[in-house]
């Protein structure tokens, strides 16, 4: 029986071959009809035998192209038009359903074999790509995702490319940053002082070349420009940490193959998967004891961000086998946006290799951890963003603009949440324009009136400025309740649930700083059960980039007369500056109240004499983290004294008596790796006491915790606590696919600010 259906798929379906997928599966079950793109959906009309079409209809669900993603596919009956043949016709931009773009992709394996291949006409070619790889996102300027709408309509296509693109039959039918050597992009490399070294041929013969010679070289990739240099000449290393003004942060490398990467890591099957997959971000992995990696890279660290090359300009670097390993860094001085455009990087760099497909959105890579069993999603970028999240809420019009650090936002469309890539701290002009632009590209790109905002509580974070130019309607939410809410949403809960927020510091309710919280609620509202006692934080923002301050703020806090002796004991050439402390503590002079397990970590790290200062944020707390992935047992089963209030309606953890003892194990030469071991299992311990001990008070709590905030980038904290609760009967949740720390409050902000919208 002849039939007519007309298919209606939405997602992730534009830029990923999905109308020549249609067409094959047209001629393969004898189909005529059309199939068009629109704003966020394909439009398929199908005309054949009922057989056919059901058939069509399945392979259609279940074997679509890879980096396709259905999210909905309706089917609806209509009377035949008896088409002669079946055609992909002009997209058409009408329609209101959700667009989704493809994140850009990593090289595919087709794409690689033609580029490897002398005989094939893109050998070698840095940009060569197809319906399955390339870029998408980066260069993508509106929609529909059509040629004349990316960064890639100023080239115009050769016979040969244009023919390919026409024809149905071939892989790149419809490929919109389709390209050779004759009608695409081209490289160029010059020295920084402006002087061009080639314009035609050899860029990588040089670049190679300069490389070896310990040059530092500004490549330009799919979403900025990264700084390369060779990974074994430490003193190159070195002068590009000045550069980037980036003492000890880990700077990410690129190694030329999985062979050399398992050469200087530990490598499990999951990890070699993600390193080699379609999105190839930076995996974070552990060095071999053996390794001859510098330790430069990642300074005292066990770990290292490793990353194989994605682009077909990166094979290239590797070609001739001269380079296995490179520094491979965003050319961005520390705190800066990445650089993008084409202008010069004379302050960073000493050569530039660029090229003229221009960049229209810049994404940095992403970084992923696994803990063991799961992939922790560290920074979302490049090959990740900008997939939707779907929810039940109905948050339409709705932003929501994150924190101060690790920056994301997230706008509302159509029962789902767009949150845009890691962005950094706002802190400076450069980074403010820089979410500025991105933010509005997202809200012309989704058409997001942005009827209301949702912004920290936090009354001088520079989203609250920048919301109330963008409405009238500004919503503040708490900073752990947006921490708690985002692992809820993730997960898919919507009944209150338990929640152990371990974090940096964030604005409270009472105007103290949280970071250690014991809540229960969803995004309706939270109640909270438990916290950690407030401590002096001494110079507020100064305590946090010179932890032993806050060491000295805890000690003279549980005992003003010996915590000032113990404290002149641990820092003796800081002997006055403990006195003005100690009158700063005294008089609550610049010393705001705080509780917060991040601060815990940096105090421990002070006390031990690992990190006195702070280079960057989160050091503390990641270097003991590192002591303790990377022991191969655990003996200790020691646990510091702490102390829990439970006289109060809200209870309260008091480590004082854990400081004091580590203090003194610290005196006694106690090994490092001893004690920072005997603190964790302290923090493990506490916690779980907490949640039986609140259970016991309140019977009525739904037994399923959520674990979020910065400090759950702690392996081993999270493993632990996990595996105790699921003992003790409770069902955990944690982050998957959003960070845990300040890169996920969006997502919990702009949920929170929906329930509130919408009462």
């Not at 999210?71 to 055609?87: G, K, V």
């Not at 790109?445 to 009354?459: C, F, Q, R, T």
Request: aromatic fraction near 8%.
């Amino acid at each position: 029986m002849y039939q007519a259906l007309k298919i209606i798929v939405t997602g992730r379906i534009q830029g990923v071959g999905f109308r020549p997928f249609i067409y094959s599966l047209a001629k393969k079950y004898s189909l005529r009809g059309t199939v068009q793109n629109n704003l966020g959906t394909v439009q398929i009309i199908a005309e054949g035998k009922q057989a056919a079409l059901s058939e069509m209809v399945q392979e259609l669900t279940f074997s679509h192209p890879p980096l396709a993603k259905i999210d909905e596919l309706t089917t609806h009956q209509l009377a035949p038009s008896y088409y002669e043949d079946f055609t992909i016709i002009a997209s058409e931009e009408s329609g209101n359903a959700l667009p989704w773009v493809s994140p850009d992709a990593a090289i595919c394996v087709d794409c690689l074999e033609e580029f490897s291949n002398p005989e094939n006409r893109r050998y070698l070619y840095p940009f060569i790509n197809c319906t399955q790889c390339g870029p998408r996102y980066t260069i993508t300027e509106r929609l529909p995702y059509d040629r004349t709408h990316t960064t890639m309509k100023e080239f115009e296509m050769c016979g040969r490319c244009r023919e390919e693109y026409d024809d149905p039959t071939s892989r790149r039918h419809h490929a919109q940053p389709i390209c050779c050597a004759e009608c695409g992009p081209a490289l160029k490399l010059y020295h920084t002082a402006g002087d061009v070294i080639s314009g035609d041929q050899g860029e990588i013969t040089q670049v190679i070349d300069l490389i070896k010679q310990g040059k530092i070289v500004g490549i330009k990739g799919i979403g900025g420009y990264h700084l390369a240099c060779d990974a074994f000449q430490e003193k190159v290393v070195a002068r590009l940490r000045l550069k980037k003004r980036r003492p000890k942060r880990p700077l990410a490398i690129m190694v030329k193959s999985l062979a050399v990467a398992r050469k200087f890591c530990h490598l499990s099957k999951q990890e070699e998967e993600t390193l080699t997959g379609q999105t190839r971000p930076i995996v974070v992995l552990r060095k071999k004891a053996e390794g001859t990696l510098p330790d430069l890279l990642s300074p005292g660290l066990s770990t290292i961000g490793i990353m194989l090359p994605y682009t077909p300009l990166h094979y290239l670097l590797f070609e001739n086998n001269e380079l296995d390993c490179l520094v491979m860094t965003s050319a961005n001085p520390s705190g800066f946006p990445i650089q993008y455009k084409d202008e010069s990087l004379h302050d960073l760099a000493d050569y530039v290799l660029t090229h003229d497909r221009k960049i229209h959105l810049p994404i940095d890579d992403s970084l992923v951890q696994w803990d063991g069993d799961r992939l922790l999603h560290l920074r979302n970028g490049r090959g990740l963003v900008p997939d939707p999240i779907k929810t039940n809420d109905q948050v339409d019009d709705i932003i929501a603009l994150g924190g101060q650090q690790k920056n994301t936002f997230a706008l509302g469309r159509q029962n789902h949440v767009i949150m845009s890539p890691h962005i950094g701290d706002l802190d400076n002009e450069e980074m403010i324009e820089h979410f500025e632009s991105q933010l509005s590209h997202y809200r012309k790109w989704l058409g997001v009136e942005a009827a209301y905002a949702a912004v920290d509580k936090h009354p001088l974070y520079t989203t609250t400025s920048l919301a109330k130019n963008l409405t009238s309607h500004v919503i503040p939410v708490q900073h752990h309740h947006a921490h708690h809410v985002s692992c809820m949403e993730e997960n898919g809960l919507g009944e209150p649930s338990l929640g152990i927020i371990l974090d940096g510091t964030g604005y409270g309710d009472d105007g103290h700083l949280w970071g250690f919280e014991f809540l229960y609620g969803n995004a309706d509202s939270f109640e909270r059960l438990a916290h950690l006692h407030y401590s002096p934080l001494p110079g507020g923002e100064k305590a946090v980039k010179e932890p032993w301050r806050n060491a000295v703020g805890m000690l003279l806090n549980g005992c003003p007369e010996e915590g000032k002796k113990l404290s002149v004991e641990l820092f003796p050439e800081k002997t006055k500056q403990i006195h003005i402390i100690e009158q700063m503590v005294k008089q609550q002079i610049h010393s705001p109240m705080a509780g917060s397990c991040g601060r815990l970590f940096d105090a421990v790290s002070a006390i031990l004499g690992i990190n006195h200062h702070s280079t960057y944020e989160g050091e503390p707390a990641i270097t003991l983290s590192d002591y303790m992935n990377r022991r191969s047992t655990h003996s200790s089963n020691k646990i510091y004294t702490y102390s829990i209030h439970t006289g109060k309606p809200v209870m309260q953890i008091d480590f004082y008596s854990m400081i004091h003892e580590i203090v003194q194990d610290k005196l006694n030469n106690v090994p490092p790796s001893l004690i920072i071991e005997a603190f964790h299992n302290t923090i493990i311990s506490c916690c779980i006491e907490m949640i039986q001990k609140l259970v016991k008070r309140r019977p009525d709590l739904n037994k399923n915790v959520v674990l979020s905030g910065g400090s759950f980038q702690n392996i081993y904290l999270t493993r632990h606590i996990q595996k105790r609760l699921h003992l003790e009967g409770f069902t955990v949740y944690t982050h998957n696919k959003v960070p845990c720390h300040d890169g996920g409050l969006s997502l919990g902000q702009l949920i929170i600010a929906s329930r509130a919208v919408n009462k």
